[in-house]
């Protein structure tokens, strides 16, 4: 019996794209060779390519989403998007498999696009009720609402709208400093989101759905001696701490766990996700919501697994399982 053909889609269009290559490397050596016959696709801004796992390549048609392996094109049965940042997590390439019925484990077009938005994630989420931190969009080209950003205090922070990895943010603490960090901003996104800086615990709480099943997994508390958790402080501080399980009360692990789960929900999402929380000690602001978070050996989701018991292999593989039992 022939086995299914996975395609595990890695790297896409920013800086992004060397953790996506590790997250999929992941992916790819967790995924069983006995049931499955995963495949990288690799986009990048020059063109699509084809590879096997170790690298040799492989004829692949990007219109059709098939690879040739000698007897002729064959289409691929399933997706494992591995992207950070556009087109993966975006909707771009979701939108792209749902036209050619290639069903993936992130969550659909609309999910992937309003959650890509920093400022239209916290919107939904405080039109929903979810506390989040006040904060203001801002377009290159027009001009800054000097007045609204005024208003959200010191320190801020400043955002490009759409990007990940903490890539281009910048925490503001003095008016001077605003320029410099805008400018970092509008260099990775024509948008810009500028938000009331929160002090407290810097908790996060990856949720999981296979299926119909959604479970919230075990909390990561991050501490590190920079600012923020930037991008230092996320691939190169050795200082950074990323606890697992966070050492909570009962009471406050009960609330993440229950409000990252709630968010998950109320934004579709599917597969696998990471919602970003402050605890200031009273009460519980969300940040960000990473529908598809790093996942090398060393990032924060896998040893969330690892903490639920769970683990790396049994996640994929049932993830596999349950989008080519969805293709048939």
């Known amino acids: ?48 390519s084809g590879e096997r796992p170790d690298g040799s390549p492989v004829l692949f048609d990007r219109a059709l989403f098939t690879v040739d392996l000698g007897p002729g094109p064959q289409r691929f049965d399933a997706a494992l998007i591995a992207i950070h940042g556009p087109p993966g997590e975006d909707g ?45 969009l801002l377009r290159k080209g027009i001009p ?35 320029e410099a960090a805008l400018e970092a901003a509008f260099a990775e996104s024509d948008t810009v989101m500028a938000e009331a800086g929160v002090s407290g615990r ?13 479970q919230a997994l075990p909390i990561c508390e991050i501490r590190t001696s920079r600012e923020f958790f930037d991008y230092e402080a996320k691939y190169h501080a050795a200082d950074t701490e990323e606890i697992v399980p966070a050492p909570l009360p009962d009471e406050v692990t009960a609330l993440v766990q229950q409000r990252s789960e709630a968010i998950f929900r109320a934004l579709n999402c599917r597969g696998m996700v990471r919602v970003d929380h402050f605890w200031t000690g009273q009460e519980l602001i969300t940040i960000e919501v990473n529908t598809t978070p790093g996942f090398s050996r060393a990032s924060i989701y896998p040893k ?11 996640v994929v593989n049932a993830l596999a399982e349950h989008l080519v039992q969805a293709s048939k």
Request: proline share 5%; aromatic share 8%.
């Open 1 to 48: 019996m022939q086995r299914p053909l996975i395609a595990v889609i890695r790297g896409g269009y920013t800086g992004e794209s060397v953790i996506s290559h590790q997250s999929a490397q992941c992916i790819i050596e967790a995924l069983d060779v006995v049931r499955f016959n995963a495949f990288y696709v690799t986009i990048t801004r020059d063109g699509w």
């Open 92 to 136: 771009k390439l979701q939108g792209y498999l749902d036209m050619l019925k290639v069903p993936y484990q992130t969550g659909d077009v609309l999910n992937m696009a309003l959650s890509f938005s920093k400022f239209a994630t916290s919107s939904f989420l405080r039109q929903w009720g979810f506390p989040v931190s006040p904060s203001v």
């Open 144 to 178: 800054l609402p000097e007045e609204e950003i005024t208003a959200l205090g010191l320190p801020v922070f400043v955002k490009p709208d759409q990007s990940g990895s903490s890539l281009g943010v910048t925490k503001v603490k003095s008016p001077d400093a605003l």
């Open 202 to 214: 810097e908790l996060t709480c990856g949720v999981l759905r296979i299926g119909d099943a959604v």
């Open 304 to 314: 969330m697994l690892k903490a639920a018991g769970i683990g790396v292999e049994k």
